[in-house]
């Protein structure tokens, strides 16, 4: 959320930002309803410095033998008054608070400004795509060859967009979670975290999927709990309407949960294979850090998630995401894309952001920067670290073989029992 005081501030330079992001006119309703607010408590202000005084003039005139009777009415009157303000100042506070919660953050100043993904800037590259003799095929296509993945099975189950991983393929899957675990928890400093796979409506509104984005989650009917589309949600909230103290930052936390996300602007992108789920796992990073870090620790954060692509032999790239293709929450991202044979193109396979204040600000996660200093908002970071299916995906198209086997990443190998190859059973 962001700070309103700012708006207030500077209202002309928070919409020039804005417009980066593809948006006009977003504070005119804030403004309005900030005119008011400031009409109505001057209002207030008057009434009670006149109930103060007028009260004092009362006690004044029964010292002396008078009559208050008259300016007493008065002053009850005006209590009724400020009563009555009080209640109208509270639901224009409310409807800002509103306002200021459907609307996104303002994107760095070193972030490339433009419409959407086609301003998206190419940072650098590592590994080179693979060249095949053979016509390589897709995952959609090897999966069910070697009977490790099954699409018609769980569509009786659950429909479109699930996937029933049989064999190896629920090895590998297992294999990828475990192995980015160890890197992430062993080499890069996070500590492990299970959270709940359900969460309150108050942590989806903390981390910004409430509640601009509500059809895109799975909520639990009778109840205000959610699936989690990420674990951002729960490790960021783990620390939410709290004071940390500066000593404890940064913290790093990283977890593998299911997500669930009910991809409702998505109709028809990428409805093949396991790109694109309803549900699917992902390993999850986030950092709580001081703001004075927070884009050194985004760096860091970056590194941390290519560092296992490497690791398994996976060409990717690194793109740098203009105002246009920003997500909600972001101040700054970079989307790492891993190559697809079967696409013959790059496809996302992490997004790591910081969000500077942003989510703090919703969630109340502050902490003192010294004993006697003001206390402020931590920044909070978030990325894939990465996502499970799609890794599973990449390593299915860039280690598959002529005869329909794939190959096992050599670092996957002690999670896969020794085995080297995939083949059908």
């Known amino acids: 959320m962001l700070d309103a005081r700012k708006i207030r501030a500077n209202p002309q330079a928070v919409e020039q930002q804005l417009q980066k992001r593809n948006l006009s006119g977003a504070l005119d309703q804030f403004l309005l309803l900030d005119e008011k607010r400031r009409e109505v408590l001057g209002k207030v202000e008057e009434l009670k410095k006149f109930r103060n005084t007028s009260s004092q003039q009362v ?34 506070e409310e409807g800002i608070e509103k306002i200021l919660l459907n609307i996104p953050n ?38 069910p060859n070697l009977d490790i993945l099954d699409f018609e099975r769980a569509a009786k189950l659950s429909g479109a967009r699930f996937t029933v991983y049989k064999g190896m393929g629920a090895r590998l899957e297992r294999a990828v979670i475990n192995f980015y675990l160890d890197i992430h928890t062993r ?7 299970l959270p709940p796979f ?58 593998y949960t299911p997500c669930f996300r009910a991809e ?56 740098l995401l203009s105002t246009g293709d920003l997500g909600f929450s972001a101040a700054k991202t970079y989307d790492l894309e891993v190559w697809m044979p079967g696409y013959n193109d790059y496809r996302e396979i992490s997004s790591c952001s910081n969000c500077e204040d942003f989510q703090a600000r919703r969630a109340n996660i502050r902490y003192r920067p010294a004993p006697k200093e003001k206390i402020q908002y931590v920044h909070t970071l978030n990325g894939s670290g990465v996502a ?38």
């Open 106 to 143: 303002l994107p760095h100043e070193s972030v490339p400004v433009g419409p959407d993904d086609s301003a998206n800037v190419e940072m650098r590259r590592w590994g080179e795509p693979r060249q095949f003799d053979f016509e390589p095929l897709a995952h959609w296509d090897i999966g």
């Open 388 to 425: 499970i299916g799609r890794t599973v995906a990449a390593i299915l198209e860039n280690y598959q073989q002529r005869d329909g086997s794939v190959v096992v990443p050599e670092v996957l190998r002690p999670y896969m029992g020794g085995l080297e190859v995939i083949k059908r059973q």
């Open 59 to 92: 006690g004044k005139m029964k010292k002396e033998g008078q009559d208050p009777s008259e300016l007493m009415e008065k002053v009850r009157l005006a209590g009724q008054d400020i009563k009555k303000w009080d209640e109208d100042l509270k639901g224009i």
């Open 198 to 255: 359900m969460v309150s409506a108050d942590c989806m509104l903390g981390t910004g999927q409430l509640p601009k984005f509500a059809e895109d989650m799975f909520k639990v009917q009778g109840r205000e709990m959610y699936l989690i589309p990420t674990a951002e949600v729960p490790l960021t909230n783990l620390y939410r309407e709290e004071i940390l103290e500066a000593k404890d930052l940064p913290k790093y936390v990283t977890a």
């Open 264 to 319: 409702a602007g998505s109709h028809g992108r990428d409805t093949r294979g396991i790109i694109r789920q309803h549900q699917f796992n992902k390993v999850e990073l986030v950092k709580i850090v001081a703001p004075e870090t927070s884009y050194n620790e985004l760096e860091k954060l970056t590194a941390n998630a290519e560092k296992v692509l490497q690791l398994l032999g996976l060409p990717y790239r690194v793109v």
């Open 187 to 193: 080499e890069h400093g996070y500590r492990e975290i």
